[in-house]
């Protein structure tokens, strides 16, 4: 069975949307495009390490038409790698539409997003969902994830679609590497999905040596 992996930029107070662009998601957002002034090399560089051994593509329909309107088109520069995968690998949206599939390697899931999916997992071996911020509220409610890569970024928005919002349930994680960060102050936090729900306990508990008096 695959992995799915799901990327992310996000900020402090967890915004997931437009990071990429004014255009990209506007709809009663006025921040789009917050990302680009907190761009570094140190961010790219982990961008780019984050995609090897990606074998599929999994988008919902605004990050697909994005894609589909820009990688084509792409040819050398520091992008070209990146453009090279994405025009390579198959891509899989999750659309209740028509969405335009004449990228090449592109094809529409069912109406069982869920069976899609699992189905997309048995047939690839890694699997990345970038952006997305709808398809990627289902892939939490559903935990069909494994890996969550997240780039935390030092702003507060107060407003804006967030990244846990109305699908997530809770959720077992546990950090695969030290936190990362660079020069502008972006911190790169990569988790993976383990089993079963979080547990709780009690701080005042006499082992932990609190609430008693000194």
Request: charged share 20%; no cysteine; proline share 7%.
């Given at each position: 069975?695959?992995?799915?992996?799901?990327?992310?930029?996000?900020?402090?107070?967890?915004?997931?949307?437009?990071?990429?662009?004014?255009?990209?998601?506007?709809?009663?957002?006025?921040?789009?495009?917050?990302?680009?002034?907190?761009?570094?090399?140190?961010?790219?560089?982990?961008?780019?390490?984050?995609?090897?051994?990606?074998?599929?593509?999994?988008?919902?329909?605004?990050?697909?038409?994005?894609?589909?309107?820009?990688?084509?088109?792409?040819?050398?520069?520091?992008?070209?790698?990146?453009?090279?995968?994405?025009?390579?690998?198959?891509?899989?949206?999750?659309?209740?539409?028509?969405?335009?599939?004449?990228?090449?390697?592109?094809?529409?899931?069912?109406?069982?997003?869920?069976?899609?999916?699992?189905?997309?997992?048995?047939?690839?071996?890694?699997?990345?969902?970038?952006?997305?911020?709808?398809?990627?509220?289902?892939?939490?409610?559903?935990?069909?994830?494994?890996?969550?890569?997240?780039?935390?970024?030092?702003?507060?928005?107060?407003?804006?679609?967030?990244?846990?919002?109305?699908?997530?349930?809770?959720t077992n994680l546990t950090l695969l590497e030290p936190p990362a960060s660079g020069p502008k102050g972006v911190v790169y936090l990569r988790y993976g999905r383990t089993d079963g729900t979080p547990a709780t306990g009690d701080m005042s508990a006499p082992d932990r040596g609190l609430g008693r008096d000194a």
């Amino acid at each position: 069975m695959g992995l799915i992996h799901i990327e992310m930029f996000a900020t402090l107070d967890l915004v997931g949307q437009a990071p990429g662009g004014p255009d990209e998601d506007p709809d009663g957002f006025p921040f789009g495009g917050w990302q680009a002034p907190l761009l570094d090399e140190v961010a790219g560089a982990q961008v780019g390490a984050a995609y090897e051994g990606t074998d599929a593509l999994l988008l919902g329909r605004r990050t697909y038409d994005i894609f589909a309107g820009f990688w084509p088109h792409q040819k050398g520069g520091e992008d070209s790698g990146i453009a090279t995968l994405f025009n390579s690998v198959p891509k899989y949206v999750a659309s209740r539409g028509r969405p335009d599939l004449s990228w090449a390697g592109s094809s529409q899931l069912g109406p069982d997003l869920a069976a899609a999916v699992r189905e997309i997992r048995d047939r690839h071996e890694r699997i990345k969902v970038v952006g997305s911020l709808d398809l990627v509220q289902t892939l939490l409610r559903e935990q069909l994830f494994d890996r969550l890569d997240l780039w935390i970024h030092p702003i507060v928005l107060g407003v804006g679609k967030k990244v846990f919002d109305q699908g997530a349930v809770p959720t077992n994680l546990t950090l695969l590497e030290p936190p990362a960060s660079g020069p502008k102050g972006v911190v790169y936090l990569r988790y993976g999905r383990t089993d079963g729900t979080p547990a709780t306990g009690d701080m005042s508990a006499p082992d932990r040596g609190l609430g008693r008096d000194a």
